[in-house]
């Protein structure tokens, strides 16, 4: 079992950035896969990127281009950085090792 925490949301205004963290609460380097989901108001939940322990990606289309995301396996940590951010992107963010999720981080985009 892992414990997974978000962090790093928050209001922003449209075109700026913001860096979510993922801390595990043990290993994350046996993870094979971990990945960032998102959950806007009346919306279901979507998948934003992924990322495979041999370092490969793959992002959702809303977000290629502008969201990167990356792990540190020494840190137990998964980040994704957002860049120009839009009202759109306004969800609540969840990281998952595909059998447990976090709690989520509220990322509020204004225009």
């Known amino acids: 079992q892992v414990q997974l925490v978000e962090s790093g949301g928050g209001w922003v205004q449209s075109g700026r950035s913001l860096r979510l963290s993922c801390a595990a609460s043990k290993s994350i380097s046996d993870i094979h896969v971990m990945g960032w989901y998102r959950q806007a108001p009346g919306k279901q939940r979507e998948l934003v990127a992924f990322?495979?322990?041999?370092?490969?990606?793959n992002y959702a289309d809303p977000v290629k281009g502008r969201f990167t995301i990356s792990r540190d396996d020494a840190k137990n940590t998964m980040y994704l950085q957002m860049n120009n951010l839009k009202p759109e992107d306004t969800a609540v963010y969840y990281c998952?090792?595909?059998?447990?999720w976090g709690k989520g981080t509220l990322v509020t985009v204004s225009s």
């Open positions: 990322i495979i322990s041999d370092g490969r990606t």
């Open positions: 998952s090792d595909g059998d447990y």
